[in-house]
């Protein structure tokens, strides 16, 4: 079973306005951290939002804002007043906390790429 | 206080060739990460190093694929004898701490685009 699943392929979204990104996730663990990553055109992966399984409050970086529904394994990603500059890969990712040091490492999922349209 | 720093950019090689793709972790980061990511797909976790130790390397192949970070000098992901599959890019990722609860920051590089001909 896949650990991450992002169901949209492409989205497209006038800019100004806001923008939804799905994310859901499998495990078992109770401890785990949710992440989202930007990657543009020219590759680099760029750090958005981060998501501990424990927070009760919803993260929020900025224009990004981290939808959490734990009981649906859902982390949802909304950006809000879109911008050009936001076209990309969006990518959310899982730290699952089957080790409690050491060998952890990030699962991703196949990605969402947001078309913003002037 | 450079990033991740990766080189070269992008790499070709030929079928039988071995590639050699370098990771310089930020400074402080004593903790690398190697992810490979094909067209059109997420990355996908290879191997994950310390200074001079190798934790967990059970995403990469078994074979033709070597990763090593030595006490001075950069991590180093070698793949021998490269084959139209091995294109790709290839991630670093590094941390001042292990991946987990306590440390959930890591800091990516930008990528080695490796091509196969």
């Known amino acids: 079973a896949q650990k991450i699943t992002q169901t949209q392929p492409g989205m497209f979204v006038q800019e100004k306005e806001a923008v939804t990104l799905d994310c859901t996730y499998d495990?078992?663990?109770?401890?785990?951290?949710l992440f989202w990553y930007k990657q543009p055109s020219s590759g680099e992966m760029i750090f958005l939002i981060y998501q501990g399984s424990y927070d009760e409050q919803n993260a929020t970086e900025g224009r990004y804002s981290l939808n959490f529904q734990k009981a649906r394994k859902s982390a949802n990603l909304v950006i809000s007043a879109s911008q050009l500059g936001d076209s990309a890969m969006y990518f959310c990712a899982m730290r699952e906390g089957r080790r409690a040091t050491g060998a952890n490492n990030l699962f991703f999922g196949t990605g969402t790429r947001l078309t913003v349209i002037p | 206080n450079a990033g991740v720093m990766q080189n070269p950019r992008h790499l070709v090689r030929r079928r039988g060739q071995e590639a050699r793709l370098r990771c310089s972790p930020m400074k402080g980061h004593s903790h690398v990460y190697w992810y490979r990511q094909l067209p059109e797909e997420g990355l996908k976790f290879m191997v994950y190093l310390q200074k001079e130790n190798i934790i967990d390397e059970s995403g990469m192949p078994k074979e033709r694929f070597s990763a090593e970070f030595p006490k001075e000098g950069p991590s180093i992901l070698r793949i021998q004898q490269v084959v139209r599959g091995d294109s790709a890019a290839y991630f670093c990722?590094?941390?001042?701490?292990?991946?987990?609860?306590?440390?959930?920051?890591?800091?990516f590089g930008s990528g080695t685009q490796l091509s196969v001909l």
């Open positions: 495990t078992s663990d109770q401890s785990y951290g």
């Open positions: 990722a590094s941390s001042p701490l292990p991946l987990g609860p306590v440390n959930e920051k890591l800091f």
